[in-house]
């Protein structure tokens, strides 16, 4: 006689599929061990809150100068002020407060210039992989195009006939930015569109602005994520290049890159006036982009870690 005493039973495969995971489970369980996520989320999360509460942080007004109290050392240094633990400019101003709302002008530029330069780019490539045809030659001729120009350049050469402010900065990145997303989203559209779910979707029936909506839209999240970050940060470099040339965010307004720009002359007496702007801009390029690598992996279906 067999024994069957070991024969799993369909009760058994019924609660083990009951208690397996949810995808989204599986997504949140495995965010809590990614260490790149984590530190890249706190760093971000960190300069987020120090930019929307920047009037309740400052200790000082950024804009007030005081030439009575120029170049004062930072905590470490030698000629310190309790009342400025990172020091004051060379007006006098207080270090730490221009630093907190300089994190404001960054994150601004990288979130709207982003936002802009996504918009475009994603309809562009989705359009252009979903359709192909002309619309696809249309679209790779402009991918082109862009791509012949230098985006420096052409961002300074706009800039300055248009005069540099923060609104012109933000929306001159925008517009030249989004060829990352055309190509990329063009690329991914091309290979969704040919699964079996968008070939059901289309037999059915439905419209296409709803399948572009619906079923290819969502499964391009991973690589929208990816190039967001990539694009926030530098949009944010730009800027900061931008601002140090001149051409970008006008004084007084607190700049990181402005910042560094104004601490040229005193680079080989007072150092720390360029380190601490630059290593804030360091510190939130690698949040930003540590932080969409590990949501990137955690919602890829099968990453394991």
């Known amino acids: 006689m067999n024994d069957i005493s070991h024969a799993p039973s369909f009760g058994d495969d019924d609660s083990t599929i009951a208690n397996s995971p949810t995808p989204r489970q599986a997504a949140y369980a495995r965010a809590r061990t990614h260490i790149g996520l984590l530190i890249g989320g706190g760093v971000l999360l960190t300069m987020v809150v120090m930019a929307l509460f920047a009037p309740l942080l400052a200790p000082h007004d950024p804009y007030v100068q005081d030439l009575a109290n120029r170049l004062v050392d930072p905590f470490w240094g030698q000629k310190t002020n309790p009342a400025n633990p990172f020091g004051t400019d060379g007006f006098g101003r207080d270090y730490l407060s221009r630093i ?15 936002l802009i330069s996504g918009f475009i780019g994603t309809t562009m490539g989705v359009l252009a992989g979903y359709f192909g045809g002309k619309i696809d030659h249309l679209v790779t001729f402009l991918i082109t195009v862009r791509l012949s120009m230098p985006v420096v350049l052409v961002a300074l050469a706009v800039v300055a006939m248009s005069g540099g402010s923060l609104g012109v900065v933000t929306v001159v990145l925008g517009l030249l930015l989004w060829d990352r997303f055309a190509v990329v989203m063009r690329s991914a559209t091309q290979q969704v ?10 037999a059915v029936g ?12 969502p499964n391009l999240a991973n690589h929208l994520i990816v190039i967001g970050t990539l694009e926030m940060a530098h949009a944010i470099v730009l800027e900061a290049a931008l601002s140090f040339l001149g051409l970008g965010v006008q004084p007084p307004t607190p ?3 402005l910042m560094v720009s ?10 720390w006036l360029i380190t601490i702007p630059g290593v804030m801009l360091f510190l939130l390029l690698l949040a930003i982009n540590l932080l969409g690598d590990g949501v990137r992996d955690v919602t890829s279906p099968g990453e394991i870690w």
């Not at 569109?193 to 289309?202: H, I, P, S, W």
């Not at 104004?262 to 150092?271: I, N, Q, T, V, W």
């Open 255 to 257: 700049s990181w890159g």
């Open 100 to 114: 907190i709302y300089g994190a404001r002008v960054s994150l601004f530029i990288g979130a709207v210039a982003m």
């Open 206 to 217: 439905m419209a296409w602005p709803k399948i572009l909506w619906s079923e290819i839209l």
């Open 193 to 202: 569109r040919r699964l079996e779910f968008v070939t059901a979707a289309e």
């Open 262 to 271: 104004e601490a040229k002359s005193y680079m080989f007496f007072d150092p």
